[in-house]
């Protein structure tokens, strides 16, 4: 059977680069991992825990103890959990390549101008136009409309989890101050914690979203 490094290269060969993953992908989201051996002394079962705080566990098990290695036991387990890596990505690649309609677009632009401008009323003047905001601005707000078109009864509440849930995935934390650079965002708390002025931007946007799209 092919290695996964041996598909990765056939595949580079033959141009196959349409959005799609590679181990490297699979790879990056791994942050830790420990190994249990049951008290049979006849299996092992590895945890990975991803970026995200999720975690995947695989098992090898042998029928004799006296086949028990342990060495080759963790190998057999984290390649048994890796592997649910591949189906949980693949997923939420797939999520992030629903189609962006017009509509999609028209929408998260009013949703990032009003957002702005609100912003400015409290004394943001950090956000800028929809024309010339960064792409992971543009697509976090495309995604906010993706999840309230795709569950309409959402409130203000479900539409800060879904920017929180996004931002955690690609690798933003908390930080007393917004900075893109170091993936940092004051925000990045839950929902109840928020400052009522910022529980207010879920509630436009979510507000714009139901007389735009539905």
């Known amino acids: 059977m092919n290695s996964e490094k041996q598909i990765e290269e056939e595949l580079q060969e033959k141009n196959l680069n349409a959005p799609r993953l590679s181990p490297a992908d699979i790879d990056r989201v791994i942050v830790g991992e420990s190994y249990t051996i049951l008290p049979s002394g006849k299996a092992i079962i590895c945890e990975l825990m991803l970026k995200n705080g999720f975690s995947v566990r695989g098992e090898s098990a042998c029928v004799s103890r006296k086949n028990f290695n ?3 036991g963790r190998k057999i387990a984290r390649e048994n959990a890796r592997n649910k890596i591949w189906e949980l990505e693949g997923y939420l ?4 390549l629903l189609p962006v309609t017009l509509d999609t677009l028209a929408i998260a632009k009013v ?3 009003i957002n702005r401008v609100y912003c400015q009323s409290i004394g943001d003047y950090s956000q800028p136009k929809w024309e010339d905001a960064p792409h992971w601005q543009r697509d976090s707000a495309v995604s906010g409309v993706h999840f309230h078109l795709s569950n309409p009864d959402a409130g203000p509440s479900g539409s800060h989890e879904n920017w929180l849930e996004d931002k955690e995935a690609d690798g933003w ?3 007393p101050l917004k900075n893109p650079e170091r993936k940092e965002h004051p925000c990045m708390i839950p929902y109840a914690q928020l400052p ?3 529980q207010m931007k879920d ?3 979510v507000t714009v979203v139901k007389a735009m799209g539905y």
């Not at 690649?93 to 992030?96: S, V, W």
């Open 196 to 198: 009522v002025e910022q």
């Open 203 to 205: 509630a436009l946007f």
């Open 93 to 96: 690649l797939q999520q992030n």
């Open 70 to 72: 342990e060495e080759i």
């Open 111 to 113: 949703c990032h101008e």
């Open 173 to 175: 934390k908390y930080g």
